[in-house]
């Protein structure tokens, strides 16, 4: 059987158009597809009327051209059913056509009464190479059986290395849409998952600095802030259980005293600290971390040093970054956010990344008292 021929540009559409439809196109001088009316002397309408004739000449298409009453020219096209067969074939329709209904075969070979919404599954769920269809959904039920049976003995991460070939991601790329469509109430009996907080101890006790990214963190601890120097991952920053000793893992990049780390882990699950700032970039996310952080840290300050330096760098339109939309937080009844940062904002209509701040900066600023 003779392969469907190379489709010359333009052509595409035409046959799209056929296969998805009725099989059946009219082309005219004022339609979509006028441009094989151009002029008989166009390169691109030759070429494109040769490519139909020889479709024509192999059984896939079906071509005549007309003449109306008034004058106009149109050319009826239809796709024949072994046309159709051989361009579904040629864009790779046909594979995920067989594809669904492989898919399809599989759920009806499977008891799915235990899953919370079955309509999810009409299309297929994300494949791992390799593995079948059926392969694929019995491994979802197994898991959705250890949930039952073992509850809090896995994270998602785990359960999905455990069931899924190794993979410890492919459960958190399906997204919440098949996760609760699948596992629904099932998924509060997943072990909640540490949270690894980042901590460099100054050799005393001293004022808290929690910063929102890695590189400054690192930068901070490497100049010897007086300070004890907090990282954690972006936003996780601001989750309720950060202060939970069964959610975090405290990681210290530093030596100190036992008394120095013992008063920190003291101070950190049962309060009492009083210092205690935030610094992160120049945005409303950040200053949205800032404000979930400090309903939990209720202590919490911005560190004013370093936002000064930012905001008049913002302010003369130095190395401005536009992120995008960002949500202006309401008012915070924070004076330095409301009264300063979102009006300067507001104002350039840019934000300014935390990591601008130089080597050199945060030195002056750390150790220079004329910069505090």
Request: proline share 4%; glycine share 6%.
């Amino acid at each position: 059987m003779t392969d469907f021929p190379l489709v010359p540009i333009g052509c595409d559409g035409i046959l799209t158009r056929l296969s998805r439809r009725a099989r059946r196109l009219r082309v005219s001088e004022s339609g979509e597809f006028s441009w094989l009316y151009v002029s008989h002397n166009d390169e691109k309408e030759r070429i494109a009327w040769d490519f139909f004739y020889e479709l024509q000449r192999l059984g896939f298409l079906e071509l005549e051209k007309k003449s109306l009453k008034d004058g106009a020219e149109v050319a009826d096209f239809r796709l024949t059913d072994l046309g159709k067969l051989e361009f579904d074939k040629y864009t790779g329709a046909d594979v995920e056509r067989k594809k669904s209904e492989n898919w399809k075969q599989s759920l009806e070979l499977l008891d799915l009464t235990r899953l919370t919404n079955v309509d999810v599954l009409v299309e297929p769920l994300p494949r791992i190479p390799g593995v079948s269809d059926l392969e694929l959904i019995q491994a979802h039920l197994a898991c959705l059986d250890e949930l039952i049976i073992t509850p809090y003995a896995f994270t998602l991460r785990s359960l999905s290395a455990q069931y899924f070939w190794g993979l410890s991601k492919y459960l958190e790329r399906l997204g919440d849409k098949y996760l609760l469509a699948i596992y629904g109430d099932n998924l509060q009996k997943l072990a909640p998952r540490s949270m690894l907080v980042n901590v460099c101890l100054a050799p005393k006790q001293q004022p808290w600095i929690f910063v929102e990214n890695l590189d400054s963190f690192i930068l901070l601890s490497e100049l010897g802030a007086p300070f004890h120097v907090i990282y954690c991952e972006g936003f996780k920053l601001s989750s309720s259980r950060i202060r939970n000793r069964s959610s975090v893992t405290l990681s210290y990049s530093s030596t100190t005293s036992r008394e120095v780390l013992d008063d920190f882990e003291r101070r950190w699950f049962d309060g009492g600290q009083e210092q205690t700032f935030f610094w992160g970039d120049l945005d409303f996310s950040g200053l949205s971390i800032f404000l979930a952080l400090k309903k939990v840290f209720p202590e919490l300050e911005l560190w004013k040093p370093a936002y000064s330096v930012m905001l008049a760098a913002l302010h003369h339109g130095h190395n401005w970054t536009c992120k995008g939309e960002q949500l202006a937080p309401s008012l915070t009844e924070n004076i330095f956010i409301d009264t300063v940062i979102v009006p300067e904002i507001m104002k350039s209509k840019r934000f300014l990344d935390q990591e601008w701040v130089s080597r050199t900066q945060l030195h002056e600023i750390l150790f220079d008292p004329l910069k505090k």
